[in-house]
């Protein structure tokens, strides 16, 4: 059964949940998984990636964006599925991705923007209907 996490942070700020899901996929990473981080647009691509540079001084991630290729253990992508051999979907779009089912594990992170936690409702809806049951992690 695919499993499925929304990690809920407490604050609304954009930039702690960045670091959040850079702090999964670095975790993920050390744990031999692939991932493919899923952003909601360019700009959000272009930021994740310079947060993965710098979000820890002992920890660096192997990481392209999906337009350079897609063969390092971190592929940041956005809108169409750029492919690639991952186990492990962070999706920080508004919308579930068309491609969610190739995953084994998927990981949604939350914040307390009324935007964003009202977007990611429906993406739990969207899994449930499915038949789904998705974890809630409060951080």
């Not at 991630?61 to 492919?83: C, F, I, K, M, R």
């Not at 429906?122 to 789904?132: C, K, L, Q, T, V």
Request: neutral net charge; aromatic residues 12%; proline residues 4%.
């Amino acid at each position: 059964m695919k499993r499925i996490d929304f990690y809920i942070l407490q604050g609304s700020d954009a930039g702690a949940r960045l670091t959040y899901a850079c702090r999964l996929a670095a975790k993920a990473w050390r744990e031999g998984h692939r991932i493919y981080l899923n952003c909601q647009d360019a700009a959000q691509c272009a930021a994740l990636d310079e947060r993965l540079w710098s979000f820890s001084a002992a920890s660096f991630v192997p990481h392209q964006l999906a337009e350079s290729g897609n063969d390092t253990p971190l592929l940041l992508a956005w809108g169409a599925d750029a492919g690639g051999e991952q186990s492990l979907l962070i999706n920080l779009a508004s919308t579930v991705p068309p491609f969610f089912e190739r995953f084994a594990r998927i990981a949604e992170v939350v914040n307390q923007d009324p935007q964003t936690r009202d977007a990611l409702r429906s993406s739990y809806r969207f899994y449930r209907e499915r038949g789904y049951a998705p974890q809630h992690l409060h951080l």
